[in-house]
């Protein structure tokens, strides 16, 4: 079992930045792939970026490309996404998520955090 923690989310301005962490309770972690995937009020869960367990591969949505920025220390497990230049759109609540081979699909996601709200607004 893999438990996973999210911090960081709060309420910034347009063009502002945040950083998203989540801990993971299990030494394992390190072969798990991360991914993290944000879901708005009445839309579906949607994927923003993922990362291999080594870090070598790393996948974005297109409309963070550039602007997100996804990273993980094995040691001790977490893994990271700053983000930069937010928009109004990206308000959302963003999930941690631990996958056992990389997938950009939700249900290929063994292990959910709670989630983190980002809010994006003046």
């Known amino acids: 079992q893999v438990q996973l923690v999210e911090s960081g989310g709060g309420l910034v301005q347009p063009g502002g930045s945040l950083r998203l962490s989540c801990a993971a309770s299990r030494r394992t972690f390190m072969s798990y792939y991360m991914g993290w995937f944000r879901q708005a009020p009445g839309k579906e869960r949607d994927f923003v970026a993922a990362?291999?367990?080594?870090?070598?591969?790393?996948y974005y949505t297109d409309s963070v490309k550039g602007r997100f920025t996804i990273s993980r220390d094995n040691a001790p497990n977490t893994v990271t996404l700053q983000m930069n230049k937010l928009r109004p759109e990206d308000t959302a609540v963003y999930y941690c998520?631990?996958?056992?081979?990389?997938?950009?699909?939700?249900?290929?996601?063994?292990?959910w955090g709670q989630g983190t709200q980002v809010t994006v607004s003046s």
């Open positions: 998520a631990a996958a056992r081979r990389v997938t950009t699909v939700s249900t290929g996601y063994d292990y």
């Open positions: 990362i291999s367990w080594n870090g070598e591969s790393i």
